[in-house]
């Protein structure tokens, strides 16, 4: 069966989800809106998975990365796609494995063929922070940008401390918040004068020194 996804969330241009159990799929499927991610596609059959994969090469936009659900015991159905990801035309996609038991065999075929992670299904809320790992630069932006304009939320951050504001920046700007920076409680002031915020994250120190 395939599955159109268009909840909210970053379409992942080319995000193919793979899972036999409807359960796990959704569960899936939840965890990466969560993460800010929507597949574009999931379907609950690996042979649909496979002919899905070649009919996006086929038209000119292949799938940018692919997350497979391992069933318990593998089936020899879960094969010829993984044989398919070894090719010189998929073998760069990222790919996302999420198994219900460790694995030598498959952890090993990992190794080998690179771009791809291992995730166990007991922690599965890591799935995001792992595609984003894996994903490509562009994806990442595309991400941020994407996210950005749907949250539509503008943050000022204040603390003193340089290392702080800079580490900051970094973590709200990776997950989508467009972020302003103030050193003092005055400069603070004036800049959400200026500007229009939704949200003010103010070190405590600096309150208590005001």
């Known amino acids: 069966m395939f599955v159109s996804q268009t ?3 970053l379409v ?6 793979i899972e036999q ?3 796990l799929s959704n569960l899936l499927l939840r965890t990466l809106r969560a993460g800010g ?3 574009t ?15 996006a090469e086929q038209s000119g936009k292949p799938y940018r990365a692919v997350i497979l659900g391992v069933p318990p015991r593998v089936a020899e159905g879960i094969k010829p796609v993984l044989q398919h990801m070894q090719l010189a035309s998929t073998k760069e996609v990222p790919l996302l494995l999420i198994i219900h038991d460790k694995h030598p065999v498959l ?8 771009y791809s992670e291992i995730v166990p299904w007991q922690r599965f809320s890591r799935i995001p922070a792992v595609l984003e790992q894996l994903a490509p630069e562009q994806v990442l932006q595309e991400k941020k940008e ?4 749907k949250r539509g939320v503008n943050v000022l951050f204040i603390d003193d401390s340089k290392s702080a ?10 997950a989508g918040f467009p972020v302003t920076l103030a050193a003092s409680v005055d400069e603070a002031e004036k800049t959400a004068i200026a500007g229009n915020f939704d949200f003010i994250i103010v070190d405590s120190g600096i309150v208590r020194a005001g």
């Open 37 to 39: 991610f929507t597949a």
């Open 146 to 149: 994407v996210v950005a304009e």
């Open 21 to 23: 159990s409807s359960t």
């Open 12 to 17: 992942l241009s080319g995000l193919l989800v």
């Open 107 to 114: 952890e090993r075929w990992t190794e080998s063929r690179g």
């Open 7 to 9: 909840t909210q969330g």
């Open 41 to 55: 596609s999931a379907c609950h059959d690996f042979s649909e998975g496979l002919n899905l994969i070649r009919r």
């Open 165 to 174: 504001r800079y580490t900051y920046r970094l973590l709200l700007e990776s």
